[in-house]
């Protein structure tokens, strides 16, 4: 089945639901970003004329409507049936069912041993029923788990990061200035599918994706505190677990720090990756390894300064950084 015509079935409302929430968290959210790496989208710079200015490199976050092509052709998602989807889209009333049988089932014991009179007969075996029924669908629900194939592609389908890169030119033989512009995309259909299957809603789902896309941007384009910033080069060249490692790992910390505000974001963060392509748990061997926040930021900023990177070579400045910095 195509994934547009899964999308395509998302309550219209997730949109504005959507655009909402990139409203109201856009600004905190590059706010935490700016703390936790210590890189800036604008920098001082001096003009021609000697004079100071503000460097601004600019990062619009937009909403598409829709699915973003794989390849450049439509996504098609394999070995998933039509019955899972449904029965993904209503998990949290299945899991409300669930649990709300058996507490009424555990009351009616209470009662019955108490020796409490109730208006009609206690309804046991019903509650039974109801529990076994919604059980069972939630059982194979977690068999088939269709998000583990809906989120099987090398690209992101929720959310993008784009950028441009410095063009060659042939009669020069020169490469132009690196333009360090970049921009964000949200799928709010697909974020709105995917919130449904994960038990979360669109609201906190989106907080994830924008802090994704954003840590891509501000990895690859946040100037530190000398003006440096990933050559956009360097940053395509890089591996790609290596740069989701990074997006993954701050979009963490930006959960983890926006938990009094948007609660649900980090729960649905962390049930996010297991239903992934391995490229996104990279970081989670940076933090079985007790790396600090100061830790992978200065293995970031070492390996920018190098150029291209990859997962190997990052995780071996990154020891060394413990070594070096302590605990």
Known sequence: MKLADLVDAVPADVEERVDKTRQRFNGLVRAILREEMALRLSMPSIDSDRSAKLETTTVPVRLKAGVPLVDNSPVEVKN?????????????????????????????????????????????????????????????????????????????????????????????NQWTKDPYRGEVELYWGVIGLVAELLGSTPEDLAVVILSHELAHAYTHIGADIDGSRWGSMDFKNSAVELKEGLAQYYTQRVCIRLQDRCPGALRAFEELPPRQPERYWTHVRWIETKSSPEHVRTAMLETRRRGSGNATTFEETLAQARARLGH
């Open 80 to 172: 998933v049936e039509v019955i899972d989807i449904v029965l993904g889209r209503h998990r949290s009333g299945l899991e409300a069912l669930a649990s709300g049988a058996a507490a009424s089932s555990r009351l009616v014991d209470v009662l019955e041993a108490s020796g409490v009179a109730a208006p009609g007969s206690y309804p046991s075996h019903e509650l039974q029923i109801c529990e076994r029924w919604a059980r069972t669908f939630l059982e194979r629900l977690k068999e088939a788990d269709p998000l583990t194939h809906i989120l099987d592609f090398r690209e992101d389908i929720l959310g993008r990061y784009l950028y441009r890169l410095p063009q060659f030119i042939q009669p020069l």
